[in-house]
């Protein structure tokens, strides 16, 4: 469910696969230069790390978290990112809505 908000976001083929290597390598197929390109070379980084804290919260505090809840985290982590740094070339804001362009 993570996985498939951000490959249909992205363009990515949803391809069923048998490891994270395989997901890894569908996605870094279709990075590029462009600010997609970049997003898609990221983002897998981010849901991996989202996801590895939600499981950390539930085995140590038996916390358990939705999809919802880590499709979010993942937003506001991609987020924080485009905040951090202005981009060269702004990508046009219908394309990425919930992306502040500074």
């Known amino acids: 469910m993570v996985w498939d908000e951000f490959e249909i976001l992205l363009d990515i083929p949803r ?5 994270i290597h ?4 569908m996605w870094r197929l279709h990075g590029s230069t462009t600010l997609h390109g970049h997003l898609v070379e990221v983002i897998p980084s981010i849901i991996l790390w989202n996801l590895w804290l939600a499981r950390v919260s539930y085995i140590f505090n038996g916390l358990r978290s939705s ?4 499709v ?3 937003w506001q ?8 740094r202005p981009f060269v070339n702004k ?3 219908a ?3 919930w992306l502040k362009i500074i």
Request: glycine share 0%; hydrophobic share 45%; charged share 15%.
């Open 22 to 25: 395989q997901k890894l390598n």
């Open 67 to 70: 999809s919802r809840y880590i």
């Open 15 to 19: 391809v069923q696969v048998d490891t």
């Open 95 to 97: 394309l990425f809505p």
């Open 77 to 84: 982590d991609v987020t924080m990112i485009s905040l951090s």
């Open 91 to 93: 990508p046009s804001a």
């Open 72 to 74: 979010a985290k993942v």
